[in-house]
């Protein structure tokens, strides 16, 4: 852990020395990481396995096995192979304290984005009224428990917390920037990862550039944008370490690893997460005549019904609307509409909009049926969601447009939380290229 003095900042972040991968040893970096937990299927996690004995996922999502209990289990086995691999030459640790400028580089529908931040560690708040970090989403128990069982038997962290920060002047991506053409950095990994997307890690190790990194970044709030689970756990673990002494015996948990994102940048993209209908049944003239209180209905082709989609939503809230019959539709909302006079700015999001007006007013699915998911498949792949309606699969999708990062911005610093899946922050961070241990 950094012993380097802190400053009375809002935001305080540190360099650290982390335990890196040593790929002469480990093999190939690519075969080395993993997409973050809660995306891996079991398909996926048996796969991650085999491609290498030192892969990511045995330590951040291993498997269960039979047998399992109290003594032996896959958190005390990510533990076991955590201390085995840092005892030998799989991980090393880091020579000096740094901060790590991670790049990613990818393409949507034929144009290239490049999404620039930096990893370092962050601050836990100390309480809810010296807070500077702030979440949009609704978390569960039960991944809490998982990462929290984690947590405490490995004591490290194994994948970063993804956050946005306003960067109106650009001042911090310049600097980031200015260091990498300058050459002001030491590149580790540079790797296309098996969705295409090229990943890039650099070190920061002058203590200059650091400080002023430190010093941009202390009147900053942040933003969750994914791993709200992870955070609360590291909050949830902080203050058990203290409650019970931890840190005397030299658990230092009060700082996390966080990946930190420019908002004002091109490539901090975030994608729209479609509502797939299934079991049931959808009236589609009824259905018509209920949305036409609150929307401008107009009908439309299967071809043609996404990209109408997009061009509406650039001017108004609205919706891809194709159903199993064959027939689609846009639906564009009507602004006079009564019940939306409301200074709440989540009421005013497209995904609240779909959830109150359609899910629950025409649909008549209620609340827990949406949080339970009894009605509703979340579909990422426009194309394939639109096949699957062409095919039965499902009765009908709703196509939606993304949520602007102003928007996540502005319901997370009043303490708001978004509707389910209201955000999807492309690409996903990778997970293994940084491990911060907790242990002084």
């Given at each position: 852990m950094n012993n380097s003095k802190e400053k009375n900042?809002?935001?305080?972040?540190l360099p650290f020395r982390p335990y890196v991968y040593d790929v002469k040893c480990a093999g190939e970096i690519k075969n080395l990481t993993a997409p973050p937990y809660d995306i891996i299927s079991k398909e996926l996690q048996n796969e991650l396995y085999e491609r290498s004995l030192y892969n990511i996922i045995r330590l951040e999502y291993g498997k269960e096995l039979d047998g399992d209990g109290d003594n032996e289990n896959k958190y005390t086995r990510a533990s076991h192979l955590f201390n085995e691999w840092a005892g030998k030459c799989v991980l090393k640790r880091a020579a000096k304290n740094a901060i790590y400028i991670y790049s990613q580089i990818f393409n949507i529908d034929g144009t290239e984005y490049e999404r620039t931040g930096f990893m370092s560690l962050f601050k836990l708040p100390e309480s809810k009224e010296n807070n500077s970090i702030y979440g949009h989403e609704t978390t569960l128990s039960k991944p809490k428990e998982d990462r929290f069982k984690l947590m405490e038997t490995?004591?490290?962290?194994?994948?970063?917390?993804?956050?946005v920060f306003e960067d109106n002047n650009q001042k911090v991506l310049t600097i980031l920037k200015t260091a990498l053409s300058e050459k002001e950095v030491k590149k580790l990994f540079d790797f296309i990862d098996d969705n295409g997307i090229k990943n890039i890690l650099y070190a920061i190790e002058d203590e200059k550039i650091i400080s002023d990194i430190q010093n941009d970044m202390g009147d900053k709030s942040v933003y969750i944008a994914d791993g709200h689970h992870r955070f609360e756990t590291c909050i949830n673990y902080r203050d058990y370490v203290k409650k019970n002494g931890l840190d005397k015996k030299g658990i230092n948990a009060d700082y996390c690893l966080m990946f930190f994102a420019p908002s004002g940048q091109k490539g901090l993209v975030i994608l729209p997460t479609h509502r797939?209908?299934?079991?049931?049944?959808?009236?589609i003239e009824n259905f018509i005549e209920i949305l036409s209180k609150y929307f401008i209905i107009s009908e439309t082709n299967a071809e043609d019904l996404i990209n109408e989609n997009k061009k509406t939503g650039k001017k108004y809230v609205s919706f891809g609307f194709a159903h199993k019959s064959g027939r689609n539709f846009i639906l564009s909302f009507k602004n006079e509409t009564s019940d939306l006079k409301?200074?709440?700015?989540?009421?005013?999001?497209?995904?609240?909009?779909?959830?109150?007006?359609?899910l629950k007013k025409a649909l008549e699915i209620t609340q827990e049926e949406i949080d339970n998911q009894k009605y509703i498949v979340y579909e990422k792949d426009a194309k394939k969601a639109l096949e699957k309606v062409k095919k039965g699969g499902l009765e009908a999708v709703f196509f939606m447009n993304p949520t602007k990062i102003e928007d996540v911005i502005k319901i997370a610093s009043l303490n708001l939380r978004m509707p389910q899946k209201s955000t999807y922050f492309y690409p996903k961070l990778i997970s293994g290229l940084l491990i911060n241990p907790l242990i002084k």
């Open positions: 900042f809002k935001t305080t972040i490995a004591n490290a962290n194994f994948s970063p917390i993804f956050s797939g209908i299934k079991e049931k049944n959808i009236n409301t200074i709440n700015p989540l009421d005013n999001l497209d995904v609240s909009i779909l959830q109150e007006y359609i």
